[in-house]
């Protein structure tokens, strides 16, 4: 397997099954703790930075788009823009084939994103989900973008019913069709939206039928979410530790829970996993092939537990980590903060 992770400076790709490039990071950012972890990584794993910058550039997203080899990528909030910028990246198999393109955009603050490749009706696109503005319009919610040129993208879902969304946060479609959101409070603290109208909660939204509902709350801060692969188990991490003005609340919550998908309901919520490193939070979650979980820890770099939420093993990153994302075969794409 490859794969890429994300660094809100920089974009890092973890080569799983090649022989080590000379540039690579050394092995020790490997920390295994169980076999099964080396299965996954190959002989000899390797790191290698492929892009970095002064700018809080790759900060989340980090969705691959395989027919066009493009890794999507959102920023954080840029001093002296107005709007998150939404990057396309290509050449990704080194640093001297990076291409970053900045990508014109009308989506208000997009964070999480996620490749929408089951069946009708949106067909091939990205959804984003967007935190808005302090302006009513465009909306917060969820959004589709087309992966090919000119990239223009439309509006899904901008509020929950007579409620516009506190600042969505991150997104994922099961294998059915339907599409995940979870609604953080963060732009509020940031100061990027208005008081919020709207519980910490996760919403489902069936673009079939626009059936949209609130499926789980009684979160700190719900962020990463994702969905095994059989779309039985939806993965919800909750970063409520993590008030979003710089305070850790150490007694809320770094969690990952887990909840089975019974008909249009989440039941049985349980912890599925909670980093034991001091001051961490699992912020971007995916789920690969086998089902293993693999997390953007705050302040560690990425963690794989097994379905059984068995840690495997860890990848060190220096700086912060918000996410990451599986590229082609072999190789995966984190985001990270310096
Ligand atoms: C090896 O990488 C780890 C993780 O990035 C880092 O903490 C360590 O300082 C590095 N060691 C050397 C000798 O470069
Ligand atoms: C950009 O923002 C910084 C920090 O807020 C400010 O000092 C600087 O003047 C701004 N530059 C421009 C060109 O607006
Ligand atoms: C982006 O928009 C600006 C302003 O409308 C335009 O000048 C520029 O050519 C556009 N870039 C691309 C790549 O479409
Ligand atoms: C992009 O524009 C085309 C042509 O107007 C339209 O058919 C398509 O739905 C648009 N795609 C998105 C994601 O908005
Ligand atoms: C962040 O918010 C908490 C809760 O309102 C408050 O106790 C704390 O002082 C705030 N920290 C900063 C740095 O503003």
Redesign the pocket.
Known sequence: MSQSILRWTTLYTLFCTQVPPTDALNSSAFQSYQPAFANLLGDSPSIVELVTSDLQLFHEAGVYHAPTKALWVASDMITNSSNRFILRVTGLDSPSSIHVEYINHTIPNPVGAYRYVTGTPLGDIILFVAQGTMAKAPPGGIYALNPFPPYNSSLLLGSYGDYPFNSPDDVTVSPDGTIWMTDPVYGF?QGSRPVPLLPNQVYSFNPSTNDVRVVADGFGRPNGVKASPDGGTIYIGDTGAQ?????L?FQGPRTIYAFDRVGNFLTHRRVFATPQALASAPDGIKVDSHGNVWAAVFGKGVYVWDAEGTLLGTVALPGTVGNLGFGEPGFTNAISLA
């Open positions: 603290g008030i979003g003005n710089g305070t609340d």
